[in-house]
């Protein structure tokens, strides 16, 4: 069970992907399947978490209706945050036990995985005092926002890539006014790695911060199927917040 198994969902809308780490969350409680980490490609989609502030979403709904982009209220930590093209998406479903049920240990290991598979790629992320996440500079790069059921981890991080960063200006990232958004696109211009390099990169460092045994390529079929094998059964336990802010 010390073996992370990785996989590319490829495009899924933010319901289905939620439906999915669900099921994924009580079949790993119920020790039918190792740890999981899902990469979906959503479409643009705005999440706020259990901890909104007042004014943090910017656009009015006229716009997101014109603009297509839905917005969810999900369980984890945190605020407002954008989903999207050209963002690298990690799903994060592991059995928290083994790492004596330490939400901020998980959050500072999710934080150096990010830092890790940036550092490969010559650029310096940085964490900032009182603020979750992975910062370059004065500019934010990657956000974190988890939630823990039967102290299984699900949510995870958002590491831009390239996506759009005028996207940002729907809202303020994270309930926080006045911070600038960047991408390794944005810092590298044509030497920045793309979405699949980054994949694995962040599979290799994820896996060897939390010690894993390994990591494989995982089917999105085998994900699937686990899931819906428990869909139909609701969740129990509490929720645990894993962060103030996904930042």
Known sequence: MNTLTVSHLGPISYREGLALQEGLVRARAERRTGDWLLYPDHPPVLTVGRNP????LRADPE??????????EVARGGDITWHGPGQLVGYLIADLDRRGRDLHRLLRDLEESIQQALAAYGVTGKR?????????????IASIG???????SYHGFALN???????????????LHGIQMTSLAALLGPRAPGLDTMRTAMAQSLSRQM???????GDASEARRLA????ETALTGAIHDGGGSPC
């Open 63 to 72: 716009t997101l209706a014109r603009l297509g982009i839905e917005v969810f």
């Open 161 to 175: 890539v390239a996506p759009d960063l005028r996207s940002f200006d729907l809202i303020h990232p994270c309930g």
């Open 53 to 56: 502030s007042e004014g943090a």
């Open 211 to 217: 010690q894993y045994t390994e990591w494989r390529w």
């Open 128 to 140: 900032v005092p009182g603020r979750t996440g992975v910062w370059v500079a004065e500019r934010k």
């Open 228 to 231: 819906a094998h428990t869909r």
């Open 146 to 152: 988890v939630a823990v059921r039967r102290w299984v």
